[in-house]
């Protein structure tokens, strides 16, 4: 069974940063690419970052120069240091991991999720 476990949300200040972790496990195919999404209160699910083993990156606009996604390979892990964090970035962060079909930037129903980690930027 497909394990996708967050760590990291909390609390902070705007302009304060977090590091958001994701762990995967229990897959029966290699892990291409990593990505996480956020749902903010009343908004649907939205892209934040993406990768994939080779380093390729993608960033939503909102979130570029401010957030890094990285990814550890052998650990299938996946983290999302963001830095100068803002109101307007808080909600649930999600981990996604896209099925071997699907997009590598995935956000697919189908695709594994985590349970969610809350962000909260507030002073």
């Known amino acids: 069974q497909v394990r996708v476990v967050e760590s990291g949300g909390g609390l902070v200040q705007p302009g304060g940063s977090l590091r958001l972790s994701c762990a995967a496990s229990?897959?029966?195919?290699?892990?291409?690419?990593m990505a996480w999404y956020r749902q903010a209160p009343g908004n649907q699910r939205e892209f934040v970052a993406a990768?994939?083993?080779?380093?390729?990156?993608r960033y939503a606009d909102s979130v570029k120069g401010r957030f890094t996604i990285s990814k550890h390979v052998a650990k299938d892990t996946v983290y999302l240091q963001m830095n100068n964090l803002q109101p307007e970035d808080t909600a649930v962060y999600y981990c996604?991991?896209?099925?071997?079909?699907?997009?590598?930037?995935?956000?697919?129903?189908?695709?594994?999720w985590g349970q969610g980690t809350q962000v909260t930027v507030s002073s």
């Open positions: 996604n991991i896209p099925r071997p079909d699907s997009t590598w930037v995935g956000g697919d129903e189908y695709d594994y």
């Open positions: 229990g897959t029966i195919f290699e892990i291409y690419s």
């Open positions: 990768t994939t083993n080779g380093g390729t990156t």
